[in-house]
């Protein structure tokens, strides 16, 4: 494991509730509540050089799905979106390794669950790699899912109104309740700006920030600039400054989500 | 988490346990290893433990940790057997602890701050489940050291 590796988990309960919990122990150590509409993500974010693995250890505590997405891969922490192949397996702690159950697969980063398996009572690890393709240290996140979400909420929107500084960022959580496509529309930006970045990410879990999966230099318009399918779970809209801005501009984003 | 505290004592009563796998060591060379010793318990049975030889190289201020299984309840102990900085055997104390794997990290309940040893500076009584065992430097190293880590676990 290498040491650049970060972690941030959370425990997400089926009716929306978002903890934060930090590096070290992110899931309770004792079971939870019976089988039920709950469910428990983590995500295991953090830089991985060129050629190296890395792995992130979790308790699970009774029969229940697993769930692993690759959901972004970026050049730095944060930033746009570079959607670059890696490889992903889960395992069992072994030694200074993950152990894998079976062979790794390698994925392209997405917000719908690329390994799913179900998994019994024990400690085990998801393990990131190189797959050869990255072209320098890639920040990278990957949300690590537990069991299922309620899925009882309706399909619903809003709308992301706020000021983005030069050379800052902005972004906003929303929660999918179920598996669906996911639109964000830049409706409107202030005088002296005509593009903006815009991306959709998973949010970082201390609260700093979106982690993002897809992304794109948008102008105001009328049609989704930003789409994609996700699993039921948390995400974030990040807009930021590629360069262009000399002063603050205000902006307004619709966000459409199942 | 599956872990119950004994005695905080060092081992008195675990020398055999230390001192039959330290051979073993010897002659197992670097690299992780893994044998069978069959150890005269308190309970006056014979009860077969696994030993495992954590190594490495731990930089400064950094951790390093190994996972392992256990597959049946009972005492799992470490001791760190050589520690040696600059190709020379070092004097420094570093941070042991036994604890589970989560996260990037293991978590440890228990820490001890120690240098080489021969009997268990840590011992737990647990259940079957995953554990590991990590080392870190609190800031008592000069230069990266090469370390040696004994694991005695139920078998």
């Given at each position: 494991m290498k040491p650049v590796a970060r972690a941030l988990g959370v425990v997400l309960f089926s009716a929306g509730l978002l903890g934060a919990a930090s590096c070290g122990v992110d899931l309770p150590l004792t079971p939870g509540p019976p089988a039920g509409p709950t469910e428990i993500a983590l995500v295991f974010s953090g830089t991985l050089p060129v050629g190296e693995s890395s792995f992130f250890s979790f308790l699970n505590t009774r029969p229940q799905v697993l769930s692993v997405t690759l959901a972004s891969t970026t050049?730095?922490?944060?930033?746009?979106?570079?959607p670059t192949p890696a490889s992903l397996g889960i395992g069992i702690p072994s030694g200074t390794e993950c152990a894998l159950r079976e062979p790794p697969v390698t994925v392209t980063p997405?917000?719908?669950?690329?390994l799913a398996v179900p998994l019994d009572p024990g400690t085990y690890c998801v393990r990131i790699a190189d797959a050869g393709s990255f072209p320098a240290p890639m920040a990278f996140a990957v949300r690590i899912t537990l069991g299922h979400p309620s899925g009882d909420a309706a399909p619903g929107s809003e709308t992301f109104a706020s000021t983005l500084a030069v050379q800052g960022s902005a972004s906003r959580t929303f929660t999918a309740t179920q598996a669906g496509l996911v639109t964000l529309t830049l409706q409107s930006l202030g005088a002296g700006a005509s593009a903006v970045g815009l991306g959709l990410g998973i949010p970082r879990l201390d609260g700093t920030g979106c982690l993002i999966s897809q992304s794109t230099v948008a102008a105001p318009g009328g049609a989704p600039q930003v789409s994609a399918q996700v699993a039921p779970g948390a995400y974030c809209v990040a807009v930021f400054d590629t360069g262009g801005l000399t002063r603050p501009v205000t902006f307004s984003v619709q966000i459409a989500f199942p | 988490m599956p872990m119950n505290l004994i005695r905080g004592r060092r081992g008195r009563r675990s020398v055999a346990a230390v001192l039959v796998p330290l051979g073993l060591v010897a002659l197992a060379g670097s690299g992780c290893t893994e044998a069978s010793v069959a150890i005269p318990s308190p309970l006056g049975n014979n009860r077969l433990v696994a030993v495992e030889t954590f190594v490495g190289t731990l930089p400064l201020g950094a951790t390093r940790f190994y996972s392992f299984a256990v597959p049946q309840t009972g005492v799992t102990s470490i001791v760190l057997l050589s520690l040696r900085e600059n190709g020379a055997a070092s004097s420094a104390t570093v941070q042991l602890g036994l604890g589970v794997p989560r996260g990037t990290d293991c978590t440890t309940p228990q820490t001890v701050t120690v240098g080489?040893?021969?009997?268990?500076?840590i011992a737990i009584t647990v259940e079957p489940a995953i554990y590991c065992a990590r080392i870190a430097?609190?800031?008592?190293?000069?230069a990266s050291a090469e370390f040696a880590i004994n694991i005695n676990r139920p078998r």
């Open positions: 050049l730095t922490p944060g930033g746009p979106a570079v997405r917000l719908t669950a690329q | 080489v040893g021969i009997a268990a500076q430097d609190v800031g008592n190293l000069t």
